[in-house]
């Protein structure tokens, strides 16, 4: 069974930073293309950042030069550094799977989500 736990958020001020965690277990993370989408309050599921399975990172530009999606294939963990936070950064995080290895906007697996609060 696939599962994915994501871990990490909280409140930070604007300008602090934060790693999130997704601990997955049921694949192998390697094999799939990885992605972080989040939500913010009242707005539609907004993609992030993605990974394939060789390595390669997409960014949406509003993350460009803030965040570093990478993963850990020792551990099956993929990471979301995010640094130079901003309040439009609040959200519910989430990672997601993708059936394929090449960068793809489908996904076939979420996590539950962690909360990343921007505030003063």
């Known amino acids: 069974e696939v599962q994915l736990v994501e871990s990490g958020g909280g409140l930070v001020q604007p300008g602090g930073s934060l790693r999130l965690s997704c601990a997955a277990s049921?694949?192998?993370?390697?094999?799939?293309?990885m992605s972080w989408v989040r939500q913010a309050p009242g707005k539609g599921l907004e993609w992030v950042s993605r990974?394939?399975?060789?390595?390669?990172?997409m960014y949406a530009g509003s993350v460009k030069g803030r965040f570093t999606i990478s993963r850990d294939n020792a551990k099956n963990t993929l990471y979301l550094q995010m640094s130079s936070l901003k309040p439009e950064d609040t959200a519910v995080y989430y990672c997601?799977?993708?059936?394929?290895?090449?960068?793809?906007?489908?996904?076939?697996?979420r996590g539950q989500g962690t909360q990343v609060t921007v505030s003063s």
């Open positions: 990974i394939n399975s060789g390595g390669d990172t």
């Open positions: 049921g694949f192998t993370l390697r094999s799939y293309a």
């Open positions: 997601a799977k993708s059936p394929y290895s090449y960068m793809s906007d489908d996904y076939d697996s």
